[in-house]
């Protein structure tokens, strides 16, 4: 039945390791005509008996993803200009002839606003998405070579390998806490939002 809708299971190792057993419980199932090229791999959050799975696709339509889109205001000389010259050359009659200080102040900021966002209108602007800056190099390498341990241990049910493996996983998620703890540490102390201390009762 899946296979009518193009649906096809991706998973092909085990996602689960029990005492004396390895199970392949979680599945993908997605349209292969459509996604184009993909590469799927087991990753090792250490927090479970279940493994994680990256998919990692080289469809164009997924490529918007690794993007920012922001609003952004055009402002440069000629722009700067044009703001000036729009301003001098309005009347402001209902601001300078009326009684009303509302109604004037009303009138003043609707021309003001007018003007200003006629003169400075809104691009979108698109920038590249940066990664996580706890991701150094090195944390990048050892993950590359976690994973390719893992495809040797499904290959090869060699103890000492699966020992090493078992490890390098401890070690790997050890440097990977503290890498995000020292970002994280440094972003509060060059933060400048300074909380203030409470009083003691």
């Known amino acids: 039945m899946l296979h009518s809708y193009n649906l096809v299971g991706i998973v092909e190792f085990p996602t689960r390791f029990g005492g004396n057993s390895?199970?392949?419980?979680?599945?993908?199932f997605f349209d292969t005509s459509t996604i184009g090229k993909y590469e799927l791999y087991p990753f090792r959050i250490g927090l479970s008996d279940h493994d994680a799975q990256l998919l990692t696709t080289n469809s164009g339509k997924l490529q918007e993803k690794y993007y920012n889109?922001?609003?952004?205001?055009?402002?440069?000389?000629?722009?700067i200009v044009d703001f000036q010259w729009k301003l001098s050359h309005e009347s402001w009659e209902q601001v300078f002839?009326?009684?009303?200080?509302?109604?004037?102040?009303k009138s003043f900021l609707?021309?003001?606003?007018?003007i200003y966002y006629s003169s400075f209108p809104?691009?979108?602007?698109?920038?590249?998405?940066?990664?996580?800056?706890?991701?150094?190099?090195?944390?990048?390498?050892?993950?590359?070579?976690?994973?390719?341990?893992?495809?040797?241990?499904?290959?090869?049910?060699?103890?000492?390998?699966?020992s090493y493996y078992k490890e390098y996983s401890k070690i790997l998620t050890m440097i990977i806490r503290t890498a995000k703890r020292m970002e994280y540490d440094k972003?509060?102390?060059?933060?400048?939002?300074?909380?203030?201390?409470?009083?003691i009762l």
């Open 110 to 114: 609707n021309t003001f606003l007018r």
């Open 97 to 105: 002839h009326g009684n009303d200080v509302n109604l004037i102040f």
């Open 122 to 162: 809104l691009t979108q602007v698109k920038s590249k998405m940066t990664q996580n800056s706890w991701i150094t190099s090195g944390i990048t390498t050892f993950c590359k070579h976690k994973r390719n341990l893992y495809n040797e241990l499904q290959k090869d049910k060699n103890a000492t390998l699966a």
């Open 187 to 199: 972003l509060i102390l060059n933060s400048h939002i300074k909380l203030k201390p409470h009083g």
């Open 22 to 28: 390895q199970t392949a419980i979680d599945n993908d």
């Open 69 to 79: 889109i922001t609003n952004k205001r055009k402002i440069n000389t000629n722009t």
